[in-house]
Each structure stands twice: as structure tokens, then as C-alpha cells.
């Protein structure tokens, strides 16, 4: 049983678990800060990183399952390794991620941090390889992740000693979670023996297959299989700046609007133009069999809000002067959807995902809502859960004497033999509905204003 469609109900909140499975009073402090990138939904579940912070000193990754209403940490990254960004992300089979950060760890020289990388593939059930640091010092690049069936495998071109270019070096191949030592390819392989090369990325183009690099040559871009072979006509070198490498694994900054994308064949494409009169802001990608595909927002340069885009779609989601949150598809205008209470009033700016019921909106908190296609509310609070959310711990005994209360009086009067005399029967009978209605009537002017 839900209110009446005129009056929206509150916001859905996220029950918060540790990784050994123990209650949080709420959300991790450090998650969804990470702007390099906020959200990866992975068939109806999305994954967070969160930065360290007192709460969380290492920092982690977080799993959301709004549909199930419960988040929970995966197992702490350690201290030594901590957090700072996301370098790297890469949806795998079975539901695997292969994650790629860099972390700020500390050397044995009093106040010494150096930046190294990280590498370690998540499942629903927490690690399934923990994070390792990747060879190479501060400096080492991430040229790309793959998958060779369902180990990950991760390129980088390490930075050693002094040298911390990293333009120069060779590209070491490391699979994830595997003692022997990293295979690597050397610097004049990746550039056909030519001397001024740089190597920019790398990735695998399908099942099966090896690994291709992305490689400066000669002022234009050229692509290198592993075995040495490479194309004859390069790309012009300009692009660079503006390739989108998601099918590597390699994620952009939010506000750095890709001009072309890296296809999994190989070719390199225009990318869609950003919409005249808005801005990008930072969005969740999709994990679409094992590459990544966004699901732009953006903020308008004239209004308040945020435009949501996917699948040829766009909605508007927008809080009203009333605390209310409005969702708006298409040209239509935006239709109350839900109260805005609690710590939930940010969630018109939160994140618009695929979900199997339709669409969920949400923060990286776990506020969420359930939507229809269409934009309508999909998951309303029933009336028991609203009044819980009123701050009253009375309202819902009051609600269930008010309909409760007449027949559980009338049991006892309807019973054979009492009272024992038959006059006396109506009296009974109308004293306590009359005393119910004396009590009710009260508790139904009170429980108004709290179902409204």
C-alpha cells in the first residue's frame, strides 16, 4: 500500500556493510570522491572507488545494489598502498573488474612518498586477486588493460631510477595474480626499430588475440601488433590529446571532452559532439560485455539541474523550492518524483543508471530511487515505511489503531452470552464505539499532516 501519486514519498536509503559483514552507522566518508571516475555499473550493480580518509585509511572500493538496498566495502586496501586514483578500469567476464590505481605509499626515508601503480581484479564476493603493485617507480605509465580469458593482464611502461619519463621504456606485460616474472616487450619492437618513438597505449582487440600498441612515429600516430607487424598509414598525431581509450581500460578526466574514440577493432572514430549549451560533468560508465560505454550528464549553462543522456534518451532531474525532487523526459516538464529528507538532498545532482526495473538515480552515499523508462517513481515507500521515516515513533500504532482499532472492540461484543442480557448488548456495543471514535479521532487529525 503507497500514498496517493499526488503526494511522493521519501527517498530510499542504502544499509551500509563493512567487509566482515558488520553494520555501518553510514556511507564511508571518501567514496565517490574520486572524480577521475565516480561509478561503474555492472549488470544492475555499481562499483565506487573511495578515497582514503580517517574512517578508511587505505581506502577501497565500495559495491552498490540499490535493487537489493544494502552497499558494502570490499576488503580495505592496504595502508601502504593507498588509494589516490583510479588509472584503469575494465569490465571482465563472470562479473570480474580489473582495476588499475595509483597509490601514495611510503619509503623507508623519513617523509618519503612515492607514486606507484597498483593492479587487482574485484568480483561481487570482494577481491579475487588483491591489489599488487605493478613493477617500476614513480613515473611508470598505464599503457592499457586486457583480458586473456579471465585473467587480467596489464600494460605498463615502467619508469626505473632516475629516469622517471617513462617514454623511453620498454612495455612490461604483467597477468595479475601470477608469481613468474612479467613478460615484456621490448621498445624497439613496439617501434619497428625506429629510435624517436614513443609508446602511448596499449590494448587487446578481442578473445584470443594479442595485444596492439598505440606508438608516436615519425609525428603521427601508428598501430603495432605484439608480433612486430604495424599499419602502414598512421592517424595525425593532434588526435592524441582527445582519444578516448576506454577500450583500453584508460580513463579520461571528466571535463575533458573526447574528440575521437578507440573502437575494439583497431579504428579510431570521431566521437559525439558535446551538446551546445551544456557542460560535462563527471558520469558513470556501463560495462557493456567487456568495454565501457558512458552515460553522459551535464549541467546546463542556463537552469539548475542535471541532463541525463543514454540510449538516445534524455532526462532532467532537478530539485523544486519545496524540497521535492522532479525528474522531466524528453520536452515534457519534470514531474514530482519524491520527498527530499534526511541526508538525501543532493540526489537531484546524483547519477542516472540502467537498472533491470528501468533507471535508478542515486548517490554515491546509496540515496537512490527507483525509475520507469518514462521517468516515473518505480519503487515507492509503502505507508508503513513512510510514516517510520516521519521521526515519530508513535505514528505507526496510531495508524494501525485507527484501522484496527474499531473491529478488535467489537470482537469481544459480538461473542454469544455477552453480556448476558440482551438489552444491555446495544449499550456495550455503542460504548465502545464511541470510545473509539474518541480516540481515533485525534490520532487521524495528528497522522494527516505526517501522510501528506
Given amino acids: 500500500m503507497t500514498l496517493w501519486p ?4 521519501g527517498v530510499r ?38 578515497t582514503a580518509t580517517p574512517d578508511l585509511p587505505g581506502g577501497g572500493f565500495a559495491l552498490l545494489q540499490p535493487a537489493r538496498g544494502e552497499a558494502r566495502l570490499l576488503a580495505p586496501l592496504p595502508d601502504r598502498l593507498s588509494l589516490d586514483r583510479v588509472e584503469g578500469l575494465l569490465p571482465g567476464p563472470g562479473g570480474l573488474v580489473g582495476i588499475v590505481y595509483r597509490a601514495s605509499t611510503r619509503t623507508p626515508t623519513p617523509g618519503g612518498v612515492v607514486e606507484v601503480l597498483v593492479a587487482g581484479v574485484a568480483g561481487t564476493k570482494g577481491w579475487q586477486e588483491p591489489p599488487q603493485r605493478l613493477p617500476g617507480g614513480a613515473g611508470s605509465r598505464l599503457l592499457g588493460m586486457g583480458w586473456s580469458g579471465s585473467r587480467l593482464e596489464v600494460a605498463l611502461a615502467p619508469a626505473r631510477g632516475e629516469d622517471t619519463r617513462a617514454e623511453a621504456a620498454d612495455a612490461v606485460l604483467v597477468q595479475v595474480g601470477d608469481t613468474e616474472l612479467p613478460r615484456t616487450v621490448t621498445r624497439e619492437e613496439m617501434c619497428l626499430h625506429r629510435t624517436e618513438c614513443v609508446v602511448h597505449a596499449a590494448f587487446r582487440m578481442g578473445w584470443g588475440q594479442g595485444w596492439r600498441f598505440l606508438v608516436e612515429d615519425g609525428g603521427a600516430l601508428r598501430q603495432v601488433e605484439e608480433s612486430g607487424v604495424g599499419e602502414a598509414e598512421g592517424q595525425p598525431l593532434q588526435l592524441l590529446s582527445g582519444l578516448d581509450l576506454r577500450v583500453a581500460g584508460r580513463l579520461r578526466p571528466p571535463r575533458t571532452p573526447a574528440t575521437h574514440r578507440l573502437e575494439p577493432d583497431g579504428s579510431i572514430l570521431p566521437a559525439e559532439p558535446l551538446p551546445v549549451g551544456l557542460r560535462l560533468l563527471p558520469a558513470p560508465v556501463v560495462a557493456d560485455g567487456t568495454r565501457l560505454v558512458p552515460l ?32 522531466g523526459g524528453g ?5 514530482a518524483v519524491a520527498r527530499l529528507e534526511g541526508r538525501c538532498p543532493t540526489l537531484p545532482l546524483g547519477y542516472l543508471v540502467p537498472s533491470r526495473q528501468g533507471l535508478t538515480l542515486l548517490t554515491p552515499d546509496g540515496c537512490h530511487v527507483g525509475l520507469t523508462p518514462s521517468g516515473q517513481r518505480e519503487d515507492p515507500l509503502g505507508l508503513l515505511e513512510h510514516l517510520e521515516r516521519s521521526g515519530s515513533p ?49 490520532l487521524m487529525l495528528w497522522l494527516r499532516p505526517l501522510l501528506s
Fill in 6 to 9: 499526488q503526494h511522493p514519498t
Fill in 13 to 50: 536509503q542504502s544499509r551500509w556493510w563493512d567487509a566482515a559483514g558488520q553494520p555501518l552507522v553510514a556511507a564511508p566518508q571518501g567514496c565517490g570522491r574520486d572524480a577521475r571516475f565516480p561509478l561503474l555499473v555492472h549488470d544492475s550493480r555499481v562499483w565506487i572507488p573511495c
Fill in 296 to 327: 553522459p550528464r551535464f549541467l546546463p549553462e542556463q537552469g539548475s539541474g542535471v541532463l541525463h543522456e543514454w540510449r538516445g534518451q534524455r532526462w532532467h532531474t532537478v530539485a523544486d523550492t519545496e524540497g521535492t525532487l522532479r525528474v
Fill in 331 to 335: 520536452t515534457g516538464a519534470p514531474a
Fill in 394 to 442: 508513535s505514528a505507526v500504532p496510531a495508524l494501525l489503531w485507527v484501522l484496527l482499532g474499531l473491529p478488535l472492540l467489537l470482537v469481544p461484543a459480538g461473542l454469544p452470552g455477552w453480556p448476558r442480557t440482551a438489552q444491555r448488548r446495544p449499550l456495550v456495543r455503542a460504548l465502545l464505539a464511541s470510545s473509539y471514535l474518541g480516540s481515533s479521532l485525534p
